[in-house]
């Protein structure tokens, strides 16, 4: 670390955000941080939410969870939880005490402040595809593993597009980079090509202080200010039934001691890692996240906590896991209503078990994003790019679900459901009249570039107009569109010092070898 480094020049800032960085040939709606202001869908009643509670805390209470992390085990005998070897047990008054210091909402500032999101509250924001394997688009026409250079066109379209708020872990995971130096290529690459928020793996020492270091090193921060306040998060899962491994919880204890943001998503499947009832599932998953939440707190009241949900279900036929389901999106709405009562911030996801970007695809992420909105969730991880339950990235896929993303922001822009007297309309409804239209009417145009939502990647043109354009599906119009944007794509401006330092600090960082691989 380099606690006395001078403060330097950020990259971006509000000169960096004023032009649109790589125009290609789509006209976005401005980023902006969305709220939604629709009342959440609520499936359990009162009851129902006390039922869960007590059946989690009764999990805490009775049968403990296993932390595998030696130096939690320690922590929470410091705190008078009961230990037997690795399990521990904890009453639920602890817990609740220890929830009470977790803010309801808090900020994210990245190297570019005017990228600062807001975690909490009623906003919703949405995040890249992180950590597929593999990778298909329609020109290599395969699944094949991921490389660096995949990587980085991906992030290019997180950085592009601006209804994505903030970069997940690697959208594609470069496995043509070996795994002791990979993570340093990774986060230098999204330093560079992003000015996003930016997420780092919580997968041991060396990678979580890497990347922490990275993200200091690039907004041009002294140590004092990097842990005043996030500058970044991670997140992590449990290991379903009832565990947290050893890597994660090291990695979240070392980013809440330096300030940074935590996210804790159980990943349980109902019939498999979890009961095949979904209220039991949500009760093994809130319990799964509280336990590692309320350490935290202890560990540092105030911390910035988000309760994450992965809680879907299995093919009973396959054993696979499927996603965009009914019971996926009823788990998501009855988790919102859990984390209101715990009064967190919520994840989510949009996901699918489609492995291209067809039909299925869509409607399955569509479901899932919209059981997002439904249950006031807060970050939606995987919103763009995930095909195959997680183990392909795809730019076609990518940009697709950035349609559907930008449709929900719009569906949630206040001039939608404005009442006042000019929304209302009498005088031109008056002076239209019975039989008339309004195309021509001074109200329509004084309105008519806004009035609507304009697609980039949808057509609307009927079917002879579109066949005598080419008769192209979506997806080859997503992969025309992806190629428009890596050819005019602009990295957003970082200070050449600090890009030097950033290349020093890999290259060093490489020169010792970088992370281990044995666990």
Known sequence: MQAEAKTRRRGGGRAGNATRRGTASIDQMPWHLPVNTDRPTEPLTPEGVQAVHDGAMRILEDIGIEFLNQEALALFRQAGCTVNGTNVRMGRDWVMDMLAHAPARFDITPRNPDRKITIGGNHILFGAVASPPNYHDLEIGRKVSGTRDQCANLLRLTQYFNCIHFSGGYPVEPVDVHASVRHLDVIYDKMILTDKVAHAYSLGRERIEDAMEMVRIAGGLTEAQFAA???????????????????????????????????????????????????????????????????????????????????????????????????????????????????????????????????????????????????????????????????????????????????????????????????????????????????????????????????????????????????????????????????????????????????????????????????
């Open 229 to 519: 306040k996030p500058h970044m998060y991670t997140n992590i899962n449990s290991t379903s039934p009832l565990k947290h491994d050893v890597p994660m919880i090291d990695g979240c204890l070392r980013c809440i001691r330096r300030g940074q943001a935590v996210i804790v998503t159980p990943f349980t499947l109902a019939g498999a890692m979890a009961p095949v009832t979904m209220a039991g599932a949500v009760t093994l998953s809130i319990a799964e996240a509280l336990s590692a939440i309320a350490l935290f707190q202890y560990v540092r009241p105030g911390a910035p906590c988000v309760i994450g949900t992965f809680t879907s279900n299995v093919d009973m036929k396959s054993g696979a896991p499927a996603f965009g389901t009914p019971e996926y999106m009823r788990a998501t709405q009855m988790t919102g209503q859990m984390a209101r009562f715990y009064d967190l911030p919520m994840r989510a996801s949009g996901v699918c078990a489609a492995n291209l970007a067809d039909g299925q695809a869509m409607w399955e992420t569509s479901n899932s994003l919209w059981s997002a909105v439904q249950s006031g969730t807060n970050l939606v991880y995987h919103a763009a790019g995930w095909l195959e339950g997680g183990l392909i990235a795809s730019p076609e896929k990518f940009i697709m679900d950035c349609e559907v993303v930008q449709m929900i922001q719009r569906y949630m822009d206040p001039m939608l459901t404005a009442t006042g007297p000019d929304d209302i309309a009498l005088d031109a409804i008056k002076d239209v009249g019975p039989g008339g239209h309004f195309f021509g009417t001074q109200h329509t145009q004084d309105r008519f570039e806004q009035a609507f939502y304009q697609p980039f990647v949808s057509d609307w043109r009927n079917h002879e107009a579109w066949e005598a354009a080419g008769a192209i599906g979506t997806a080859e119009r997503a992969h025309h569109l992806y190629k428009d944007i890596l050819a005019t794509f602009e990295a957003p401006p970082l200070d050449v010092a600090i890009k030097e330092e950033l290349a020093d600090f890999v290259a060093r960082r490489k020169a010792e070898g970088g992370a281990p691989t044995d666990f």
